[in-house]
């Protein structure tokens, strides 16, 4: 089982960092060349929440830096993470006939999307997704540029509870593991969000670790009142070895829950999502032993770089799974600086 887990982690990442050298050649190896025959592009980027955030605005930065590398200029559209707002902005947007918009798959349900990129591809408009996917339109729509860079979310939670279970032994006998989601009810029906949560409860159980699943909440105090009822009804259980944590707000409230009640660093391997500056201090402090990072910036920048070259030299749409980075406490102090950029 390790061995299999390892290999398949090994050449996931060996895929990637191919696809990495293979673009950034084709960028770099004539940058000079390419802004000299560049062509005025309308584009629109859809960056989710506002660019002065944490996420949204390490993926600015990854389309801001393509753009200059390119000589582009880009229009970039706030949704605030609203669904409603984003789609009244594409609509608006839409009608105004851009060469490009890059835009969050899951910006309208496949029947309706599938019709939007008919018109789409009949007015010229190239439309590409980041961060969410929506495949079967994707897949549709590949050779005329449609492309995904993002996280593939089933994956990113599997990976997160296989790598737990590879490196820390979390597979002993009468194991057992916390997880903190965003899942309502297992239903079958999930959101590309729900199924991160997903991977991580089936990667346990298909290696037969009980899982004790709890769902989180957006609301700070209802997180407290959840966090304190799984500790205190867990806390006497020596078979609980793991905690895994789908949401940034459980996450910064069990760490300080561990350290109001002076519990060991070493107590739990606790792992979680994404790389916000405040991980990296759990990373370093022990609190947290290892992060999922879906690399935003890359997720700003390849679907740039991918509509731009469909744009001029007729390449597909990209398929790039950017969510393979694991982050441990030696690699926090190293990308400290970059985090601080809103790089990584």
């Keep these: 089982m390790k061995k299999n887990v390892n290999k398949r982690i090994f050449i996931e990442i060996g895929v990637f960092a191919?696809?990495?050298?293979?673009?950034?050649?084709?960028?770099?190896?004539?940058?000079n060349l390419i802004k000299e025959k560049e062509e005025d592009l309308d584009i629109y980027f859809f960056t989710g929440g506002s660019i002065d955030s944490a996420f949204s605005g390490i993926v600015y930065n990854g389309a801001k830096d393509a753009a200059e590398n390119l000589g582009l200029k880009i229009n970039y559209v706030d949704s605030g993470w609203d669904g409603v707002k984003l789609k009244k902005q594409f609509d608006e947007i839409f009608d105004k006939n851009p060469d490009i918009i890059i835009i969050l798959g899951s910006f309208a349900e496949e029947e309706e999307a599938l019709e939007i990129m008919k018109i789409a591809e009949s007015r010229g408009i190239l439309i590409t997704f980041w961060n969410s996917d929506n495949p079967f339109v994707r897949k549709k729509n590949m050779l005329e540029g449609t492309g995904y860079v993002g996280q593939e979310t089933y994956s990113s939670g599997e990976q997160l509870a296989l790598y737990g279970i590879v490196n820390y032994d979390l597979d002993e006998e009468d194991s057992e593991a916390i997880v903190f989601g965003v899942?309502?009810?297992?239903?079958?029906?999930?959101t590309a969000r729900e199924l991160r949560t997903l991977g991580i409860l089936e990667g346990l159980r298909e290696n037969d670790i009980k899982v004790n699943y709890y769902e989180s909440s957006h609301d700070e105090g209802t997180i407290a009142n959840i966090v304190d009822d799984v500790y205190e009804k867990f806390k006497d259980n020596e078979n609980v070895k793991a905690v895994f944590i789908d949401d940034i707000e459980t996450e910064k409230y069990f760490v300080e829950l561990m350290k109001r009640e002076g519990i060991d660093p070493d107590r739990y391997v606790v792992s979680s999502f994404d790389l916000f500056p405040e991980v990296l201090d759990f990373l370093e402090d022990g609190y947290v032993d290892y992060v999922s990072d879906q690399q935003p910036y890359l997720q700003g920048y390849l679907p740039v770089l991918n509509s731009y070259l469909t744009k001029k030299y007729g390449f597909p749409g990209f398929y790039v799974d950017t969510g393979s980075g694991i982050v441990r406490p030696g690699d926090a102090r190293d990308l400290k600086d970059l985090v601080d950029q809103k790089i990584r």
Excluded at 18 to 27: A, F, K, M, S
Excluded at 183 to 190: A, P, R, T
């Design 18 to 31: 191919l696809l990495i050298l293979i673009v950034g050649y084709l960028l770099f190896a004539d940058v």
């Design 183 to 190: 899942i309502d009810v297992e239903d079958g029906d999930y």
